[in-house]
């Protein structure tokens, strides 16, 4: 009866040269749509109950949280989205990490972040998850990691599953 967070990155994106707002391509959308299928039959397997997605306002990461999130709403997940500063490639993980600490979710739900490398890296690293590299990141791949179970900052999280992305 845990509380969840769950770090995405988008899908693939066309070349900046192609068109500079990056929209998903047509694999990046595949790609995007199967992750939400994965994470929904995951977060279901966990007794996830809602889920509260915030995404940076890059185009490809907002193409992919609607995505997951229509994923969601099929296995009956409410899920709101919404866009959030604090997630594009270059932004402070700082402000991430004490974000997740302070809307931790009630019990039975999840917090989930699409986002962009190097950020996502960064933030499963602050969060005791040394080992992980940002090829741990795939396009359209990422964590479920359980929340501890008290706010003792010494207690920690527990990395459940990672998403490939395909």
Do not use: C
Not at 51 to 58: P, Q
Not at 110 to 121: C, I, K, R, S, T
Not at 145 to 162: A, F, K, V
């Amino acid at each position: 009866m845990g509380s969840y967070v769950v770090l995405l990155r988008h899908g693939t994106a066309v070349a900046e040269e192609a068109d500079p707002e990056r929209p998903l391509d047509s694999e990046g959308t595949m790609q995007a749509s199967m992750t939400g299928l994965e994470v929904g039959a995951t977060l279901t397997g966990y007794g996830v109950k809602q889920v509260r997605l915030l995404h940076s306002s890059k185009l490809r990461a907002k193409q992919t949280a609607e995505l997951v999130a229509k994923e969601l709403e099929n296995v009956k997940i409410p899920t709101t989205v919404s866009e959030t500063e604090g997630l594009k490639p270059n932004d402070d993980f700082k402000g991430i990490i004490a974000r997740i600490k302070k809307e931790r979710p009630e019990p039975k739900s999840a917090l989930l972040l699409v986002g962009h490398l190097p950020q996502l890296h960064k933030v499963s690293t602050a969060l005791g998850f040394d080992a992980l590299e940002e090829k741990d990141f795939p396009a359209a791949g990422g964590l479920l990691i359980e929340y501890p179970e008290t706010d003792d900052p010494e207690e920690e999280w527990d990395l459940l599953r990672q998403f490939d992305g395909e």
